[in-house]
């Protein structure tokens, strides 16, 4: 696999709505991936695809189905319209959030835009006020690492073993720190205080890095 080019995401936003008529905020990414707006929505939405760069997902893959991702989230499938979007619930720990994935022809690719949706509030905001947007933001730019890498290989499985050397690598680890200060400046683009949102940022790397 090839490392040099290795991109999460091209595009971060933070945004507050109201989702299920409470108020919410919305952590959002995207980025453009030069393949059709079919095969990227196979890949991200077939068992056997997904297990070959993200993670083992089993469950009822359909409109009203229920998933379950191995080791972490499970949930409800919301909306389901090919090769377009998707909804899903996203419950972990207690806590229910919403992830929306929407895939648009762009130039010579498609964009893929993630958004995590999250109420105010509630069990998980200590977890917020301590590592702002970058827990969930980093996390989803690993998945759009990892889905570019599966691309690259044309979409055949990731080497778990050289994935993780790498991540664990002074070069993964200087890619992990900027991707913690990159959700740390749209926190600050958002309107958090620059310093507030540089100390979630260095918790979030320190997470994430083991630091």
Excluded at 1 to 25: V, W
Excluded at 35 to 57: K, M, N
Excluded at 69 to 75: E, F, L
Aim: negative net charge; glycine residues 12%.
């Amino acid at each position: 696999m090839n490392f040099e080019n290795a991109l999460g995401a091209e595009f971060r936003e933070l945004a507050e709505r109201e989702h299920n008529g409470k108020p919410a905020r919305v952590v959002a990414a995207s980025r453009v991936y030069p393949t059709t707006q079919e095969d990227l929505w196979d890949a991200i939405s077939s068992e056997e695809r997904l297990a070959r760069w993200f993670s083992p997902v089993k469950g009822n893959l359909e409109l009203g189905g229920r998933y379950k991702i191995k080791g972490n989230a499970k949930g409800k499938i919301i909306r389901c319209d090919p090769p377009e979007a998707f909804d899903v619930t996203w419950e972990m720990y207690f806590n229910v959030s919403w992830v929306h994935v929407r895939l648009a022809s762009e130039n010579t690719g498609t964009r893929l835009t993630v958004e995590h949706i999250m109420h105010t509030g509630g069990m998980a905001e200590g977890h917020w006020r301590k590592y702002g947007p970058g827990a969930t933001g980093v996390g989803w730019e690993h998945w759009l690492m990892d889905l570019g890498l599966h691309l690259d290989l044309g979409g055949e499985e990731i080497d778990r073993d050289v994935h993780k050397r790498w991540i664990e690598s002074a070069d993964g680890i200087a890619m992990l720190r900027g991707w913690a200060e990159a959700w740390g400046d749209a926190h600050t683009a958002a309107g958090e205080a620059p310093d507030a949102a540089r100390a979630a940022a260095q918790k979030t790397a320190g997470f994430y890095t083991g630091d």
